[in-house]
């Protein structure tokens, strides 16, 4: 098979490889940083030009500008989000888009069955030597979605990392090739400040040498990095991760020794970050990226001993139910990978699973320990698969213990002006 030859019939320009796109289609993009945005916005400017009408676009974390969401695109697109963020919640807010509840690692099936994709977007890595293109740092959905779409097309860029593990697909298996080298989508180093270093050091106190990490995205798993530097043989099997991986890696601390599956290697469905991440992880045998239904089962997860899941909430009741998700009624972002690797943490010999927040939101005018969760608002995690929750103020461990008990220790570590008015709830609770 001479796979130049394929690869060169098959080329075409962004706008050309989006007039395939048809009315009613349903068209899958690549998660997060591997968004091929040339393509993107082509779909978006070709939309009236091609005549879409109710173009459904699924997407989870959209980094890109989503011009599909946009108002005046209501006629030609609807958003599917399996995951919400800046850029995509108003068009769900506004009944221009709609949400799907979801567990990551289940994404994949659902594309296999009640979401049939038509079309998908991929950004690829440049063939090697034997025609395969690496997905580079997004594999999770976008690889099973790519592997029973009816149409791919692919933005071919230089740029993309070329990422081990069951990473990769052939040129043969591409519609429509689009050769477009730009920068990579890029997520800065978050902020961290004093609470967030508070929080990253409460939770760094529960992390003992030869734990496998799950790590979230934002300034409190960064926060939490700092304040490992002390640690040894630490692993990463994990949802995604960023720049401060690589550099407790660099220091030593990340071996991947003490793992049991994919020993000496980080694991990840996708990547987000800056160059200095996506240089270390090109051609890098040392990390691996699988699709999310592999990645994320619970089953899998599990078989690392001491598998450590650390992310945050928006509030958390005194029962110990957890909301990561939604403010009452309104969807901020989603399910995600929380509850898959909760779960896992949970059956991981050994494991921990911390749900970790700043105590106050809203410039310290609300409480994020609360009475009930608000009204209309999801429970992302349920109160018995929650083990330690973690503030500025302290550590509660809820596994195993009484309703009472669980009450006592998240007044304990709510912030210091909202306890008197937890605890008349905890009294009327439980009176004496």
């Known amino acids: 098979m001479d796979w130049k030859k394929i690869y060169a019939d098959k080329l075409c320009t962004a706008d050309e490889a989006v007039s395939h796109i048809k009315s009613g289609d349903r068209v899958v993009v690549t998660h997060a940083c591997g968004e091929p945005v040339i393509l993107t916005d082509a ?25 599909y969401c946009a108002p005046e695109m209501a006629e030609h697109f609807r958003h599917n989000g399996l995951f919400l963020g800046a850029s995509t919640k108003t068009a769900v807010f506004e009944g221009r888009g709609d949400f799907t509840p979801i567990f ?19 950004q690829l890595s440049e063939p090697d030597e034997h025609g395969y293109c690496s997905f580079g ?36 298996e591409l519609d429509y090739i689009v050769p ?21 050091e409460n939770i760094a106190s529960l992390v003992r040498d030869g734990d496998c990490l799950q790590l979230g995205i934002g ?8 304040f490992l530097k002390e640690k040894k043989d630490l692993g990463i099997h994990s949802e995604m991760f960023s720049d401060g991986v690589v550099e407790l890696i660099e220091a030593g601390v990340v071996t991947n020794a003490c793992k049991q599956i994919e020993k000496g290697k980080c694991v990840a469905t996708f990547l987000m970050g800056t160059d200095r991440l996506y240089d270390y992880v090109n051609d ?3 990390v691996v990226l699988k699709p999310v239904d592999w990645v994320n089962d619970p089953r899998v997860i599990c078989q690392n001993d001491n598998v450590v899941s650390i992310n945050s909430c928006v509030e958390v009741d005194l029962m110990g139910q957890v909301c990561s998700e939604s403010i009452g009624l309104q969807q901020i972002s989603g399910t995600g990978g929380q509850v898959d690797f909760v779960r896992g943490a949970n059956m991981s010999k050994g494991g921990r699973t911390i749900m970790a927040m700043p105590a106050t939101a809203a410039k310290g005018k609300i409480s994020k320990v609360v009475p009930f969760i608000t009204e209309g608002a999801a429970v992302t995690t349920s109160r018995c698969d929650v083990d330690y929750v973690v503030t500025e103020y302290g550590i509660a461990q809820l596994h195993g213990h009484t309703l009472r008990d669980r009450a ?25």
């Open 43 to 67: 779909m978006v400017a070709n939309a009236d030009k091609y005549g879409y009408k109710n173009v459904e676009v699924v997407h989870m974390v959209a980094m890109g500008k989503a011009g």
């Open 284 to 286: 890098n045998p040392t």
């Open 137 to 172: 740092v997004s594999c999770d959905y976008t690889k099973p979605a790519a592997e029973c779409a009816k149409i791919r097309i692919a933005q071919i860029n230089k740029k993309m990392p070329r990422v081990m593990g069951d990473n990769f697909i052939h040129i043969s």
């Open 219 to 226: 300034a409190i798993p960064d926060a939490v990095l700092l």
């Open 408 to 432: 006592k220790q998240l007044i304990a570590i709510a912030a210091p002006e909202f306890r008197e008015g937890l605890k008349e709830e905890y009294n009327r609770r439980f009176p004496r």
């Open 180 to 200: 477009a080298d730009e920068q990579l989508i890029q997520l800065a180093p978050p902020k961290i400040g004093d609470v967030q270093r508070k929080i990253g």
């Open 104 to 122: 990551f690692s289940e994404a994949p099936e659902l594309f296999r069955t009640s979401l049939p994709v038509d079309v998908v977007l991929l």
